[in-house]
Nanobody
Framework: QVQLVESGGGLVQAGGSLRLSCAAS????????MGWYRQAPEKQRELVAM???????TYADVVKGRFTISGDNAKSTVYLQMNSLKPEDTAVYYC???????????????WGQGTQVTVSA
């Protein structure tokens, strides 16, 4: 069982920045992958960025160059630095955790409760 708590969402003007945090606790495997996903009203949840315990990162094309995902293994926390925000970035942002064995994801995926990000024009 893994618990995830997101924080850092809020209201920001277009062009502004926010930094999201996801703190993980419970039965955490050092070999894992954690990601940020977002879901706008009436839209499907989509991957924003992900990072492995070894620091390998992946980004959706629409956020590449603007968002940066990072992790602090000692704190079991991942961050999403969001710069040059656009109104289309408005969504609920969710943190996801899944354990890995070698390079394969195993076991259940765990999700946080989400944090709202609203970008005004």
């Amino acid at each position: 069982q893994v618990q995830l708590v997101e924080s850092g969402g809020g209201l920001v003007q277009a062009g502004g920045s926010l930094r999201l945090s996801c703190a993980a606790s419970g039965g955490i495997n050092n070999n894992n992958v954690m990601g940020w996903y977002r879901q706008a009203p009436e839209k499907q949840r989509e991957l924003v960025a992900m990072i492995t315990g070894g620091g390998i990162t992946t980004y959706a094309d629409v956020v590449k160059g603007r968002f940066t995902i990072s992790g602090d293994n000692a704190k079991s926390t991942v961050y999403l630095q969001m710069n040059s925000l656009k109104p289309e970035d408005t969504a609920v942002y969710y943190c996801r955790y899944r354990s890995r064995f070698e390079s394969i994801e195993v076991g259940p995926a765990y999700w946080g409760q989400g944090t709202q990000v609203t970008v005004s024009a």
